[in-house]
């Protein structure tokens, strides 16, 4: 894996020297990677050997990651522990916490993220925009028995009088098709979204999932998708990465532009949000956030706890990682710059094809030798088509919006002849 060195010199040893991260995935792999540079041991707890942060790791507890048992070995091997990803028993782990163990973020701050439900309360009680939604399980409410009949006439005969009518799935009032289903928990790149075009497809929907389990969005009309990833360490300082804007081929991220093509004030009132987010919660970590941008304005789309696909860049285009970020915070030193060095830069996904790919040593081969190409190789085993191999960024000489976007362009071209996307099922 190519890295720019972090430019901002370790003036003080970290006040913490090892760390764990429940997860073994790319992420995780990349934090090793970043911890090992800042002299930072970075023990993993992750279910198969051959994940990819088992490579990187000073020692590695093999189990799987809501093995509460398992995070009590990581503990005994560290002081501080944080995560790969936000699906972790989060009750559970309150008994390990102690004088001699913290978990950052804090459990606290991650109770209302680790549920998407969680989520949009969250962002309405902070008055922060996102869009509408209710949970799934609110289609099936009982009818209301009207005043003119008592109810009598709503129920079936063979039911008892005292019981309320079943009704058919219908949406709440103001709400309208189509509509955007999220399972609650556990989605991802694609996974546990669906879109609900109309009444048959909420029904089929309905006829396969637990309804308490999902929640139902209003679909937003956007013109853009951009991503922020933003910081905050143990004394409460913010920093913000510069925004980006993201784009998905059905529903995973194919590529991350930096910086973002937009307004100055769409950066600012960004910014403010995760501010206000942050301080709230008191959130100690790297958090990610993804936005819809449009007629109506900015909103929050989603909200990731930890290092985020949308920051991986910023191992090339940015003066500290999100990666040595994250670490640096955990371990209790200072947090790195997060200014940018370079004026422009293009990530690529590079998924999975269909059926397999013969010819992927000469493709990855290709890619390595584009100019300004930095390849991050995963080291993945198994999986099928569309999961994420690894990425490459590209560094873009363009001095301005326009400049970027044709550079954006030609350099995706240049990608695509070597790396196609794979034909993904919907």
Not at 61 to 85: G, K, M, Q, W, Y
Request: aromatic share 6%; glycine share 8%.
């Amino acid at each position: 894996m190519q890295t720019i060195p972090d430019t901002d010199p370790q003036t003080e040893p970290a006040a913490i020297d090892a760390i764990g991260i429940v997860g073994g995935g790319q992420l995780a792999w990349m934090l090793a990677d970043a911890a090992r540079d800042l002299g930072v041991a970075l023990h993993v707890q992750t279910p198969g050997a051959d994940d990819p942060a088992t490579r990187e790791a000073a020692s590695v507890v093999l189990a799987p990651v809501d093995d509460v048992a398992a995070t009590r070995e990581l503990a005994s091997r560290c002081h501080a522990i944080s995560f790969e990803n936000e699906w972790i028993p989060l009750e559970a782990l309150r008994a390990l916490e102690g004088p001699g163990l913290q978990f950052l973020p804090g459990l606290d701050a991650l109770q209302p993220l680790v549920s998407k439900a969680g989520q949009r309360r969250l962002l309405a009680e902070l008055h922060l925009p996102s869009p509408r939604w209710f949970p799934l399980a609110d289609v099936l409410q009982p009818t209301t028995p009207s005043a003119a009949d008592g109810g009598q006439a709503l129920m079936p005969p063979n039911l008892p009088r005292s019981l309320p009518s079943p009704a058919a799935p219908r949406l709440p009032q103001g709400f309208d098709f189509p509509m955007m289903a999220k399972a609650s928990r556990g989605g991802y790149d694609g996974r546990g979204t669906v879109p609900v075009a109309d009444l048959a497809a909420l029904e089929a929907l309905l006829a396969r999932v637990a309804p308490d389990d999902w929640i139902l969005e209003e679909l937003v009309r956007f013109d853009q998708e951009l991503a922020l990833v933003a910081c905050r360490d143990q004394h409460g300082t913010v920093a913000c990465y510069p925004l980006v804007q993201t784009h998905q081929h059905r529903r995973v991220c194919d590529w991350v532009l930096f910086p973002a093509p937009v307004d100055h004030r769409v950066e600012v009132f960004a910014r403010n949000v995760a501010a206000s987010l942050l301080t709230a919660l008191d959130y100690v970590g790297v958090l990610s956030i993804e936005f819809f941008y449009g007629p109506s304005g900015l909103q929050v789309n989603e909200l990731a706890p930890r290092t985020h696909n949308s920051g991986h860049l910023t191992i090339e285009a940015c003066r500290t990682s999100q990666f040595s970020q994250q670490v640096r915070i955990v371990a209790g030193l200072p947090m790195g710059s997060t200014d940018a060095v370079v004026p422009g830069a293009l990530m690529v996904n590079l998924l999975a094809p269909e059926g397999g790919d013969a010819d992927q040593l000469e493709r990855r081969r290709a890619l390595e030798v584009l100019p300004g190409a930095h390849l991050h190789w995963y080291g993945k085993q198994g999986g099928g088509a569309g999961r994420k191999l690894g990425h490459l960024t590209l560094l873009l000489e363009g001095r301005n919006d326009g400049e970027r976007e044709l550079d954006k362009q030609r350099r995706l071209a240049e990608v695509r002849a070597i790396w196609p996307l794979p034909d993904q099922p919907t």
